[in-house]
């Protein structure tokens, strides 16, 4: 088809208005003659225009002529994401930056899918493991902008359930748990593990165990309890004494 006049050039996927101030400056237009060059520079600048996530041209061709259209899938810049149903604001605050969806910036429905599984995570951190997250993206006005609005329902928050310690704790579980702050029943929160992963050091520390570590395994939600299970990894390493000589130094300061 390259040589046959160009009958028509038309754009799906942008609206008039989106592509009326660029029409008139693509190489390819009406009435000339089609080409590898001008095809090609004329999605160059479609793409370029920010106007197009992707897109290809396609052409059909009758009487000697030849119909061209640019088609794609529009670029859409995020305004705006909003969290409904929540009754805590902090929480909400919370879960609305663990999106990491950035204002301005494009966005694609892979995103979307990216930023609902941080907010998920964001309140299972938190004690919520059965959430109900709705989302959607409304369009907001011209300029390919669009919000997302998150609906959310988090439900119980969960307990603390079973804990199992791997390795050498030298601690009965009720002693371990008691450290930990890890009590059957308790509330399930942000500060949970790590709070349990700092005592547990400090307590083996205060016994000169300073190559002690300490990890915190997978947990385990079970729905019917709506309880969390805890696994840690211990291993209280050898008991270190530092003994200066000579100056004297106070044992604090070791």
Same mark, same amino acid.
């Given at each position: 088809?390259?040589?046959?006049?160009? =009958? %028509?050039?038309?754009?799906?996927?942008?609206? *008039?208005?989106?592509?009326?101030?660029?029409?008139?400056?693509?190489?390819?237009?009406? #009435?000339?003659?089609? %080409?590898?060059?001008?095809?090609?520079?004329?999605?160059?600048?479609?793409?370029?225009?920010?106007?197009?996530?992707?897109?290809?041209?396609? #052409?059909?061709? %009758?009487? /000697?002529?030849?119909?061209?259209?640019? =088609?794609?899938?529009?670029?859409?810049?995020?305004?705006?994401?909003?969290?409904? /149903? $929540?009754?805590?604001?902090?929480?909400?605050?919370?879960?609305?930056?663990?999106? =990491?969806?950035?204002?301005? *910036?494009?966005?694609?429905?892979?995103?979307?899918?990216?930023?609902?599984?941080?907010?998920?995570?964001?309140?299972?951190?938190?004690?919520?493991?059965?959430?109900?997250?709705?989302?959607?993206?409304?369009?907001?006005?011209?300029?390919?902008?669009?919000?997302?609005?998150?609906?959310?329902?988090?439900?119980?928050? %969960?307990?603390?359930?079973?804990?199992?310690?791997?390795?050498?704790?030298? $601690?009965?579980?009720?002693?371990?748990?008691?450290?930990?702050?890890?009590?059957? /029943?308790?509330?399930?929160?942000?500060?949970?593990?790590?709070?349990?992963?700092? =005592?547990?050091?400090?307590?083996?520390?205060?016994?000169?165990?300073?190559?002690?570590?300490?990890?915190?395994?997978?947990?385990?939600?079970?729905?019917?309890?709506?309880?969390?299970?805890?696994?840690? *990894?211990?291993?209280?390493?050898?008991?270190?004494?530092?003994?200066?000589?000579?100056?004297?130094?106070?044992?604090?300061?070791?």
């Amino acid at each position: 088809w390259f040589g046959l006049p160009v =009958r %028509s050039v038309r754009f799906d996927g942008v609206t *008039e208005q989106d592509i009326n101030g660029l029409r008139q400056k693509l190489e390819l237009q009406p #009435g000339s003659k089609l %080409s590898q060059q001008n095809v090609k520079d004329s999605l160059h600048a479609l793409f370029a225009s920010g106007l197009y996530r992707n897109i290809v041209a396609q #052409g059909t061709q %009758s009487n /000697g002529q030849v119909e061209v259209v640019f =088609r794609g899938i529009p670029q859409m810049f995020l305004r705006r994401v909003s969290i409904q /149903g $929540m009754k805590q604001d902090t929480l909400a605050a919370q879960i609305q930056r663990a999106t =990491r969806l950035e204002l301005g *910036e494009p966005f694609t429905a892979q995103e979307l899918a990216d930023a609902t599984l941080h907010l998920k995570q964001a309140l299972q951190r938190n004690g919520f493991n059965a959430p109900k997250v709705e989302e959607k993206t409304v369009p907001a006005g011209s300029n390919h902008l669009v919000d997302v609005v998150y609906t959310v329902n988090v439900g119980k928050q %969960s307990k603390i359930g079973a804990v199992v310690a791997n390795g050498n704790t030298a $601690m009965t579980m009720d002693k371990f748990r008691k450290v930990a702050k890890l009590k059957q /029943g308790a509330t399930v929160t942000a500060n949970t593990v790590p709070r349990a992963l700092t =005592r547990l050091r400090k307590k083996y520390q205060k016994q000169n165990r300073l190559e002690a570590t300490v990890r915190a395994g997978p947990q385990t939600f079970h729905p019917a309890a709506n309880a969390v299970a805890y696994r840690f *990894e211990i291993n209280r390493g050898p008991l270190v004494r530092i003994r200066a000589i000579g100056e004297k130094i106070a044992s604090r300061d070791l």
